[in-house]
């Protein structure tokens, strides 16, 4: 199968992430907006996008027919009602599966929609409106052809790495309700910078460019975290103090706990029934 750049992608269930992922791809040039279809219930809440040059549908199915890429991002609870809407469309010569949901195996897509159709599962974030997504992906049954078109399409939107499918939940726990995660604690800490003499705004923009520093520390130098805190951390200093005192309230604790519950969570979404 040869996929080309012109080829045609329909997104079914254009919601946060849906759209996050349309916004990248149009942006990075890989597929123009006329090449994407976007679907979900209430177009209307779509019309800023049709004006922006993707194409719109309330109609999974013929969007699906006129597509290469079928792109599942609607709810798991809302996923096996779609299955069924396009399974007779399904053409396993043409069709390529990528689903971003949460908690469904690729098998239980291709038992629900055609046994031998290519679905790749995928779990990005919403980062990728920006092209910044760290996006995990495990491959299924593609083709190496159809591994090597996901892999650049999410390397263009972001970074991306492959790992075996049992550990998308975990993926989606630390990668995709990350975002998540990291925000809360930049809030956290721009709180903090109000309560010692900052206006919301600019201890908000100070506390978020902090914490990009401190993420490009990490992946411009390879460095490991407690080895950048040695650099901050004075002997008898502040830095040793706020941190000692984080932890004592149990900061690291609950980032991990959060990510456990998460993880165990996005196992639990999806009933094949
Ligand atoms: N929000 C996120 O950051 C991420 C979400 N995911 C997964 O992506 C999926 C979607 O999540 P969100 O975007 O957060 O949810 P959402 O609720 O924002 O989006 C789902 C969209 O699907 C539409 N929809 C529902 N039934 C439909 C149908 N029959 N036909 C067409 N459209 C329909 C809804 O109107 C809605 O716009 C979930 O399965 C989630 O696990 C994966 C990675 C990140
Ligand atoms: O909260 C959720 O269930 C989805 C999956 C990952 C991010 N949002």
Same mark, same amino acid.
């Given at each position: ?7 045609? +992608?329909?997104?079914?269930? /254009?919601? @946060? ?16 907006? /006329? ?6 219930? @209430? ?10 040059? %993707? ?11 006129? #597509? ?12 096996? !009602?779609?299955?069924? !809407? ?40 919403? #980062? ?23 892999? @650049? ?28 995660? %990291? ?14 003499? %900052? ?23 390879? /460095? ?15 830095? +040793? #103090?706020?941190? @000692? ?5 149990? %900061?690291?604790?609950?980032? +991990?706990?959060? +990510?456990?519950?998460? #993880? ?10």
């Amino acid at each position: 199968m040869d996929f080309k750049k012109s080829n045609q +992608i329909a997104i079914l269930g /254009s919601g @946060n992430i849906g759209l996050s992922l349309a916004k990248g791809l149009a942006q990075s040039g890989l597929y123009p907006a /006329s090449s994407i279809t976007l679907t979900r219930r @209430n177009i209307e809440a779509l019309d800023e996008y049709k004006f922006q040059g %993707f194409q719109v549908s309330a109609d999974n199915v013929s969007a699906s027919a006129q #597509a290469d890429i079928i792109v599942l991002a609607v709810l798991p609870q809302q996923l096996n !009602q779609v299955l069924d !809407q396009i399974a007779g469309q399904i053409d396993v010569s043409k069709h390529l599966i990528i689903s971003v949901i949460s908690g469904v195996s690729c098998e239980d897509i291709r038992n629900r929609l055609k046994k031998d159709v290519q679905v790749v599962r995928v779990m990005p974030n919403t #980062a990728i409106a920006i092209k910044q997504s760290m996006t995990c992906i495990s491959v299924g049954n593609a083709s190496q052809e159809n591994i090597e078109l996901v892999k @650049n399409i999410f390397n263009t939107v972001g970074i991306c790495v492959v790992i075996n499918e049992e550990l998308m939940t975990s993926a989606t726990a630390l990668c995709a309700c990350g975002i998540a995660f %990291f925000l809360r604690s930049i809030r956290a800490a721009s709180q903090g910078g109000v309560e010692v003499g %900052f206006h919301a705004g600019e201890a908000l923009k100070m506390a978020a460019q902090t914490a990009k520093g401190a993420a490009d520390l990490l992946l411009q130098l390879a /460095s490991h975290p407690e080895h950048e805190i040695d650099k901050v951390t004075s002997p008898k200093g502040c830095t +040793i #103090a706020g941190l @000692n005192e984080m932890e004592h309230n149990g %900061f690291s604790s609950a980032m +991990i706990k959060g +990510i456990k519950l998460s #993880a165990q969570k996005a196992g639990e979404l999806y009933d094949k029934d």
